[in-house]
């Protein structure tokens, strides 16, 4: 069974960019999560999308968005980057909303110079 | 919200010897506690979980505590192995309004000297 996937694996930006970073969840699995991982920060939830519809967000401006397509796939977008945006980006998936275990795809390395 | 303290940030023991990360949350609502294995340039990996109805939890050399009245729980490793090392993470989370969002501790470094 294939994992969590995730594309691209790095990027690079100038400040002001915008970014679209891709995941696409375990098969079968419905909830998409997405985190930042900045260096020493630990992870800090961004977003939640399950069934299509965005279901929590976490405390981050509202240049992050997202969305989720029919399949379940999921972008993450943040608009106007900044040097703090530098960070590595975790997509997981779990089973369904109350999937307790998520399950962590490789991330995306953006780094904004 | 939910706040998770993890301890300590950084662990240094030699191979042979035993491990112990601890964690502390603050929403005595919270069930459920994954614990998160991130080595170096990798994803991370579940390596363990407990829920709020079990106090110990055990899988070959890896086991987890949990204290409800405390609200704590910790990451035992026995027999550790250079392989071991890595960054570990703690989370706590609960079913709310639909959202089971876990709230994750900031991590602690374990580095297994041979």
């Known amino acids: 069974e294939a994992g969590v996937t995730q594309s691209p694996t790095h990027l690079i930006k100038t400040r002001g960019q915008q970014v679209t970073l891709r995941c696409s969840p375990i098969?079968?699995?419905?909830?998409v999560y997405w985190y930042q991982q900045a260096l020493g920060l630990g992870l800090q939830f961004l977003l939640w999308?399950?069934?299509?519809?965005?279901?929590n967000r976490g405390n981050f401006p509202p240049r992050f968005s997202g969305r989720q397509f029919p399949n379940y796939s999921s972008e993450l977008n943040v608009n106007a980057l900044e040097l703090e945006d530098s960070a590595l980006y975790l997509c997981?998936?779990?089973?369904?909303?109350?999937?307790?275990?998520?399950?962590f795809g490789p991330g995306t390395r953006l780094l904004v110079l | 919200g939910e706040n998770v303290e993890q301890h300590p940030s950084t662990l240094s023991v030699q191979e042979g010897d035993s491990a112990v990360i601890k964690c502390t949350y603050s929403?005595?609502?919270?069930?459920?506690f994954p614990w998160y294995k991130q080595e170096l340039g990798k994803r991370p990996q579940l390596i363990i979980d407990?829920?709020?109805?079990?106090g110990e939890k055990k899988d070959q050399r890896i086991a987890v505590t949990l204290n409800k009245t405390a609200k704590h729980f910790s990451l035992h490793i026995t027999e550790t192995q250079p392989e071991d090392s890595a960054v570990y993470f703690c989370?706590?989370?609960?079913?709310?309004?639909?959202?089971?969002?876990?709230?994750f501790g900031r991590g602690t470094s374990l580095i297994v000297h041979p």
């Open positions: 997981a998936s779990s089973l369904n909303s109350l999937g307790e275990t998520q399950y």
């Open positions: 098969s079968g699995h419905t909830s």
């Open positions: 999308y399950d069934e299509g519809e965005e279901r």
């Open positions: 929403d005595s609502a919270s069930n459920y």
């Open positions: 407990i829920r709020s109805n079990v």
């Open positions: 989370a706590a989370s609960k079913p709310s309004g639909g959202s089971y969002i876990p709230t």
